[in-house]
């Protein structure tokens, strides 16, 4: 069971201060959130930030890359092997339509001689079964990954994620298990399935809103989880302790109140899903200006 990358959320601050329950919530790795990779990419350490060894979190940690350049894409693999990296994954699936329109994330989806570029880019500088690729089942139609499937199948991919939607779904609306599964059996690779996968504790762990259990289907070989998890953690007694740990970790890390203020109220706003306590918090912390304010807000 994999982490979702959650750009914006499960960013490093996220894996040091959750790194515990991470790790007893099964979690066995996370996709860290993308990195754009454009032409004349430099690998500067400001670029890797995010990704820089941690001192709790300790699964591992594939980064991400978000690219329509195989050039850029390559110097970006070279830059993440040069920092002990042995893996990666390309981002094939982002639905925005700034990036959609520019070609890149689902918008790969329009132009699969590049997408195959890239793919043969990140197996061959990564090596056999160290590039992954996450996407969705296509940028409009649920079929489109069909057309790209015999071009991934020629190259060993550490594996495919699925997340069963279309591009233009976004993040609602109802996931296609059926079709994911149908993905898988027609695969080469490995394909981990992504959408709406509730977690609940590691035992009882996973039940998806549409009814069928991925997990329980053989055709997966594993499962990517993003915002039941983090829903979840808002339901824990440590909560606002753990709470009070990141935005310590953000204020060290972030100049000014405003980024540490835009990020605590992204995170608590999915707490607010699962929690009467986090929802009552949630209407004095929307509207926090300072850190002063957010720390008599989260009491
Ligand atoms: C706020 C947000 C940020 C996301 N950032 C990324 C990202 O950086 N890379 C990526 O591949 N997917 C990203 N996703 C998609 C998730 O990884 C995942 O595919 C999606 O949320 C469905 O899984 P879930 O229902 O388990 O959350 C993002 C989703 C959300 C809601």
């Avoid at 830059?79 to 890149?104: E, S």
């Avoid at 969705?136 to 015999?150: C, H, N, Q, T, Y």
């Avoid at 926090?288 to 989260?298: G, H, K, P, Q, Y």
Wanted: proline content about 5%; some cysteine; aromatic content about 8%.
């Amino acid at each position: 069971m994999v982490l979702a990358p959650l750009r914006g959320v499960t960013i490093r601050a996220f894996r040091e201060t959750f790194a515990a329950a991470i790790r007893d919530a099964g979690f066995t790795g996370a996709v860290a959130p993308f990195i754009p990779a454009n032409p004349g990419f430099r690998g500067t350490d400001r670029v890797f930030a995010d990704l820089l060894p941690g001192e709790e979190f300790d699964l591992p940690l594939v980064p991400q890359v978000i690219s329509k350049d195989p050039d850029a894409l390559r110097l970006f693999l070279e830059a993440c092997k040069a920092r002990g990296f042995d893996r990666a994954d390309l981002n094939a699936g982002c639905p925005f339509p700034m990036i959609v329109r520019r070609g890149r994330g689902s918008g790969l989806f329009k132009n699969l001689d590049l997408f195959e570029h890239l793919v043969a880019t990140g197996c061959e500088v990564m090596g056999p079964g160290k590039f992954s690729v996450k996407t969705r089942l296509g940028l409009v139609d649920a079929d489109e990954i069909f057309k790209m499937l015999p071009r991934l199948d020629r190259y060993p991919l550490a594996h495919l994620t699925i997340h069963a939607r279309t591009a233009r779904q976004m993040y609602d609306g109802a996931c296609d298990v059926a079709r994911a599964v149908a993905v898988a059996e027609a695969s080469a690779n490995p394909v981990v399935y992504n959408g709406d996968v509730a977690w609940r504790d590691k035992n009882a762990m996973v039940t998806s809103r549409s009814g069928v259990t991925p997990l329980g289907s053989r055709v997966f070989a594993g499962v990517m989880v993003g915002r039941s998890f983090v829903r979840a953690l808002g339901e824990r007694e440590d909560a606002g302790e753990l709470l009070a740990d990141y935005i310590a970790r953000s204020r060290a890390e972030l100049s000014g109140d405003a980024p540490v203020l835009g990020r605590v109220k992204e995170l608590v706003s999915y707490w607010t899903e699962m929690s009467r306590d986090w929802k009552r918090r949630w209407n004095a912390i929307k509207i926090c200006r300072s850190l002063d304010e957010l720390a008599l807000a989260v009491r």
